[in-house]
Nanobody, 121 residues
Framework: QVRLVESGGGLVEPGGSLRLSCVASGTILQIEDMTWYRQVPGGEREFIASITSGLTPTYSDSMLERFTISRVNAKNTVYLHIGGLRPEDTAVYYC???????????????WGQGTQVTVSS
């Protein structure tokens, strides 16, 4: 009953920017960490950044310069801003979140369905 839905992907020219969104909905008691990954066809899912409920971010070393993660707890939403887009950023971008749904269970990890980002002129 808990869902994550990503949005904001699309076709962008090199050098452009995007803001991806990921919204959690359903029966939610608490959202712990929220995380962004990306995956190219035939490749492994690659960690980009994570953010705690206290808004502390952690980035992959290779993503520090052009990627910014943010979060609005009141909206159960995590964002990923990507600047200076390059063709090699073309991928499906996924979010996940560790979500507590009842006071009797620990958190479980929920994944969204992904949003496609294509960088091309």
């Amino acid at each position: 009953q808990v869902r994550l839905v990503e949005s904001g992907g699309g076709l962008v020219e090199p050098g452009g920017s995007l803001r991806l969104s990921c919204v959690a909905s359903g029966t939610i008691l608490q959202i712990e960490d929220m995380t962004w990954y990306r995956q190219v066809p035939g490749g492994e899912r690659e960690f980009i950044a994570s953010i705690t409920s206290g808004l502390t971010p952690t980035y992959s070393d290779s993503m520090l310069e052009r990627f910014t993660i943010s979060r609005v707890n009141a909206k159960n939403t995590v964002y990923l801003h990507i600047g200076g887009l390059r063709p090699e950023d073309t991928a499906v971008y996924y979010c996940n979140a560790r979500i507590v749904t009842t006071p009797y269970e620990s958190s479980r990890t929920i994944w969204g369905q992904g949003t496609q980002v294509t960088v091309s002129s």
